[in-house]
């Protein structure tokens, strides 16, 4: 299972890059919560699969073509994070997207919450762990 949960995460970087939003959504929890990095102009939390989609939506628009790969992929229990890292070097709103950690509890073998945050200590704490 908890191999399962860390290839629903590549499963999820591969859709995020080739915009696939109808691929990511299916992914997701109907009642998932997602909290964006600490640059973002709404903080959120993000409720739901529309929520979710529209702010990685949000994310492409303003920062123009992102590559994100992710790894140091670990897996306990419901629960993976992973180091993802902006290959393109672009920017949200003149910040940097660099490198961050996320931090991902999955139910029925969908996402039902994601936290992600510059510092690797910050996402899991985002996460309550």
Known sequence: MR???VDLV??????????DWDG???????EAVMTPLEIW????PFIG??????????????????DISVSDVVSHEAWVVGHY???SDESVDGAPVGEFTGVHRFEDRQFAESHYRFDR???LAAAGL
Not at 10 to 19: D, H, P, Q, S, T
Not at 24 to 30: D, G, H, N, Q, T
Not at 49 to 66: D, F, P, T
């Open 3 to 5: 191999r399962g949960n």
């Open 85 to 87: 890292r902006n290959l």
């Open 10 to 19: 590549l499963e999820a970087v591969g859709c995020f890059e080739r915009k």
């Open 41 to 44: 102009p709404d903080p959120g």
């Open 24 to 30: 990511l959504s299916v992914l997701i929890a109907p």
């Open 121 to 123: 200590n910050a996402a």
């Open 49 to 66: 699969v529309e929520a979710s989609i529209r702010e990685y939506k949000r994310l492409v628009e303003v920062a123009g073509r992102i």
